[in-house]
């Protein structure tokens, strides 16, 4: 079983399922309603618990009682959440996170500037024993301290770039070992809105490897300096709340058992095809059977 220790943001998502994603202003009306815990960092440590690895979240919450909604939640679903540190008068992130009939979804996130200002030894203590590291963007302080440690003992670090950085990714771009984008991060990050051109630039930038998931258009990432694209799975979409950060979490245990990239990204996409398949966000991580079964029929 691989240890991966994940670094970032852990939050509260209240879900309203909508028929239409609102335009403007007005009143409007949701036909179900959940509370679930969310956040990047957060749902790849469960998925990759939900998977079989053995899953560490290094984060922070408020020291309030939602906070301690989402420690507990995550214990539960086999998360090591012992570094998850409660901060004194601040609050615990949360998000309003509306989804309509096709799967699509708005989010408003509400994280105190304050909860991640800095960074503790957490980050880099807890990779002694652990054979992967993902950090996500939300923590860049803590992110830096871990991918600095991973580097440090060779351990592989997958960096999930899902939102632009006014820094263009700083070191996190240049000390992770792989880097996975959104389509969005990569267009802002690199210039070009082509997936493709966008890796092929950033390869200048950096030595890692890299890759960007493009939603219902699958996967491209760069292999011996040439384009490779995975198409998605073909499934019946219902919310794809969750599902990057699904893949991202699948791909880190994959690298972290030792599985070449393009295995790791099959492995990575196949599960959050699973996952869009499901509402809720980490309520819908697959098993491991799951995944092992549909890539099966697939390849």
Partial sequence: MATVTCVGIAVMDLLFQVDELPVGGGK??????????????????????????????????????????????????????????AVTDLTTPVSAVLVDSTGERTIVNHTPAELFGGCDTAAASQLADSDGVLVDVRWP?????????????????????????????????????????????????????DPADGLLRMAERTEAWLAVTVGPDGVYWLTDGAIAHLPAFAVEVVDTAGAGDIFHGALALAIAEGDPEDIAIRFASAAAAIKCTRPGGRAGAPSRQEVEEMLKETF
């Fill in 141 to 193: 302080d803590g992110a830096s301290a871990a991918l600095g440690a991973a580097a440090a003992a060779g351990i592989p670090s997958v960096f999930d770039f899902d939102r632009p950085m006014d820094n263009g990714g700083g070191d996190l771009l240049t000390t992770a070992t792989h880097v996975a984008f959104s389509r969005e991060a990569l267009a802002a990050t690199s210039g070009t809105n």
């Fill in 28 to 85: 409007f009306y949701a036909s179900n309603y959940r509370e679930i815990g969310g956040g990047v960092a957060a749902n790849a440590a469960v998925a990759i618990a939900r998977l079989g690895g053995d899953a560490r979240l290094v984060s922070r919450v408020g020291d309030d009682a939602v906070g301690s909604r989402v420690k507990a939640d995550l214990t539960s679903l086999g998360v090591d959440a012992s570094q998850v540190a």
